[in-house]
């Protein structure tokens, strides 16, 4: 069918068309009646795409005579159109890997996060959930999403920003306890406790979120290159920036608030000394009675020569609290005037127990 309709557009003067084209299509890629005249003009790209498919390999099948087309083009014959369809389709795979790596560059390039995006996008984010996280209350409830902190920090650490946001991390924490260590300077001796253990305790909560946030960064920067840890680095500028301009004075607060029974707190002198003992153990060394109270083994074991002394110490200790208002409940089963002793002497065991 396909051949009779060939014929029926080739009829009449085929031989005469095709002469007619031959000539069209010598003029067309001559560029004109003075390059006809001058010499053979070079032959059409489709001809040469077309002799480069047969030269590698041979015809499938006999060669049919070809007929013009409408718009003036030579039909190719058969085997020579499969061999060009053979070495189009090789050339179309190859521009067609070519897109796709090109695409895939292009989709890698817009993925990238430059040091700009990352000062105008991504540190503002984290500056904005470290500043609720130093400065929340205990109990607050913070509008803020962890998973986009951590993600943000994800992305920074893949696109190779880890040493920026360290030291930008560093530096936002360090402002932040210079002005905490600015304002415990100015509070009044009666507060002066009260604020140290609320600066550290929110510090210390803060701690808890801030670094499982940037654990991507401690593990493949601090860790690896620093060979140090998140944390450690976090509690070490508390200790150097709050501290160890405050020690001098909290400690002798400390001791004159032990002397005085609940000046402050009991659960607020713990927290402060447990604190203390976790910033730099060596401080035990300015008060071993007080860091006793709350930190085992702080002092030697007990020997038997001291037990007196022990005992002295516990009903010192009792009277104090008789005197405060403290009662030992109904001790009507116990003979009179044994309590002190007995109390004292057994009360002594239990309490060096936990030295």
Same mark, same amino acid.
């Given at each position: ?84 369809? &053979?070495?189009?389709?090789? &050339? ?46 205990? &109990? ?216």
């Amino acid at each position: 069918m396909e051949e009779e309709s060939m014929e029926e557009e080739g009829g009449g003067g085929g031989c005469e068309s095709m002469m007619d084209d031959q000539n069209h299509n010598n003029w067309g890629a001559g560029g004109g009646y003075g390059r006809h005249l001058l010499g053979p003009a070079a032959p059409p790209l489709g001809d040469r795409l077309l002799r480069g498919a047969a030269a590698a390999g041979p015809p499938a099948g006999p060669e049919l005579p070809a007929g013009p087309e409408a718009n003036g083009l030579l039909r190719g014959c058969e085997a020579g159109g499969a061999a060009g369809k &053979g070495a189009a389709g090789t &050339g179309a795979g190859a521009i067609a890997a070519a897109i796709n790596i090109n695409a895939s560059t292009s989709k890698f390039l817009m993925n990238v996060i430059t040091i700009e995006d990352y000062k105008s996008t991504y540190w503002p984010k984290l500056d904005s959930a470290i500043d609720q996280l130093l400065t929340q209350s205990p &109990g607050d409830y913070i509008p803020i999403s962890y998973e986009q902190i951590y993600s943000c920090v994800y992305k920074c650490v893949c696109q190779q920003h880890s040493e920026q946001m360290y030291s930008d991390l560093i530096k936002k924490i360090t402002n932040h306890l210079e002005r905490v260590s600015k304002e415990l300077q100015a509070s009044p001796p009666d507060l002066y406790i009260e604020r140290f253990n609320v600066a550290l305790g929110q510090y210390m909560g803060a701690l808890q979120s801030i670094v499982p946030l940037f654990i991507y960064m401690n593990k493949f920067y601090i860790e690896t290159k620093l060979n140090r840890d998140l944390k450690d680095d976090l509690i070490k500028l508390f200790t150097e920036h709050v501290a160890e301009k405050h020690i001098y004075n909290l400690m002798p607060l400390l001791l004159e608030a032990q002397s005085t029974p609940f000046q402050i707190t009991p659960s607020t002198m713990a927290n402060i000394v447990k604190g203390l003992y976790t910033l730099r153990p060596e401080w035990v060394q300015m008060a071993p009675a007080l860091f006793s109270k709350f930190i085992p083994n702080i002092l030697p074991p007990a020997v038997e020569s001291e037990l007196q002394e022990y005992a002295a110490q516990d009903q010192k200790l009792q009277r104090e609290l008789m005197q405060n208002g403290f009662t030992r409940g109904d001790q009507s089963r116990k003979r009179a005037g044994e309590e002190l002793t007995y109390n004292g002497s057994s009360a002594c065991a239990s309490s060096r127990g936990y030295r």
